[in-house]
């Protein structure tokens, strides 16, 4: 069985949580329901994504599944290859890179590198995120393909299928236009979000404003990194049969919000199109945390175990976005399979909250064991029985 409970849960805004009986699937097959979709202020021509990377929600979403050129954000694939060798050691930042003659010839945005030349790992690197450089993305590829430009785009689609973006193929490191290299806003942004979490040590890289190689200094193609302080990344890029694609994201006043648009009409529209987005996701919605790392939200019954209930909750603190006209219309619903059979491990998922607005499930979230429930010895089930315990 699955239990269903309604309890109170006091926040900066008030969400009611509720809990009763129903028979339901396992706890991590996913619901179908149809979430409401926000109005943002203004229609943008370009496809789009706002997503609140604190509540995992997408607040706009435009076209998101439609294929389009990636440009240079093609580039943030490149960039995470990089960075993981980086994190492994497979790669050092001061090893340097023999500069190929193709990689000099490469078409598009360049630092000037010369055929011949050994240029750091991490000048290359900053080079490729804040000018867009082709001839430094190449080489890296170089590198990480063992000499096979082929063998690195294979390494690209595969951690592309790895991290869910279902509708990307990446031809090539650069961005370059070439037939069928084609992403969507969706999978760009799985791409964003996992740069920006699984390498919070080299995402800063993402904020340089300009770099200067070899006395010739240029600026990151990403406007907004002049405009708003709280933008910190990610990347631009431009092809004449794609248009001026833009991902920016944003940290401060507590919120952390990443905007992708695909297919602007000029760098200028793009700029203007993401910090409409941008602010329109700031001043229309809050995100509160809802429950901290390691809360115990409820105890479930747990039957032949060295425990009588296990205290559920989650790992990590849990956020919720909601307009901040409509955050006293939300209640959360708590479900779990109950009772559970010992033995039960810390981490295993146990049920998840669900936050209904209006009718609408806008989001869920997996509830899980917070601590290890062993089975009974014989002994103590001998002992219970005969105590009746």
């Known amino acids: 069985m699955t239990a269903h409970k309604i309890l109170p849960v006091l926040l900066s805004i008030i969400l009611g949580v509720s809990h009763a009986m129903a028979a339901s699937p396992a706890p991590n097959r996913p619901t179908a329901h149809a979430a409401p979709t926000f109005q943002t202020p203004e229609t943008l021509t370009a ?17 998101i599944n439609a294929p389009v050129e990636p440009a240079a954000l093609t580039q943030l694939m490149t960039a995470y290859l990089v960075f993981k060798n980086l994190k492994s050691g497979n790669i050092r930042p001061e090893e340097t890179l023999k ?62 299928r790895r991290l869910g973006m279902k509708d990307t193929l990446f031809k090539n490191p650069t961005g370059l236009s070439q037939e069928r290299q084609v992403s969507t806003a969706r999978d760009l942004a799985l791409l964003s979000e996992a740069l920006i979490l699984d390498f919070p040590e080299y995402y800063p890289l993402f904020s340089i404003k300009s770099f200067k190689f070899k006395n010739i200094e240029q600026n990151n193609r990403n406007i907004l990194l002049y405009r708003d302080s ?13 248009g001026y694609n833009l991902a920016v994201s944003y940290t401060g006043n507590g919120r952390h919000i ?76 708590l479900e779990t399979i109950q009772p559970l059979r010992a033995p039960v491990r ?39 029985r005969l105590t009746g315990q």
């Not at 496809?47 to 076209?63: E, F, G, P, R, W």
């Not at 529209?269 to 996701?281: E, F």
């Not at 669900?354 to 089930?381: D, P, S």
């Open 99 to 160: 500069i190929r003659e193709s990689a000099w010839k490469s078409d598009g945005s360049r630092m000037f590198v010369r055929p011949g030349n050994l240029i750091r790992t991490d000048d290359l690197l900053k080079g490729m995120i804040a000018l867009s450089a082709n001839d430094a993305a190449l080489t890296l590829a170089d590198k990480l393909g063992n000499g096979s430009i082929e063998n690195f785009i294979k390494q690209m689609n595969e951690e592309a």
């Open 47 to 63: 496809a789009h994504i706002v997503t609140d990377l604190q509540s995992k929600q997408t607040l706009s979403a435009k076209n």
């Open 346 to 384: 810390k981490g295993q998922v146990l049920g998840k909250i669900k936050i209904r607005q209006n009718g609408y499930t806008i989001a869920e979230k997996e509830i899980v064991a917070l601590e290890n429930v062993e089975k009974k010895n014989w002994w103590k089930k001998l002992w219970a």
């Open 258 to 333: 990443l905007v992708i648009t695909l297919g602007s009409e000029s760098a200028e529209i793009r700029a203007s199109d993401n910090s409409k987005l941008l602010n329109w996701a700031l001043q229309s919605f809050d995100t509160p945390k809802i429950h901290s790392a390691g809360e115990i939200v409820t105890k479930i019954q747990v039957l032949g175990g060295s425990k009588k209930n296990v205290h559920a909750g989650f790992p990590k603190g849990v956020y919720i976005t909601l307009p901040h006209t409509q955050a006293k219309t939300a209640e959360q619903i």
């Open 230 to 242: 709280g933008v910190n990344g990610l990347k631009a890029g431009h092809t004449e049969s794609g």
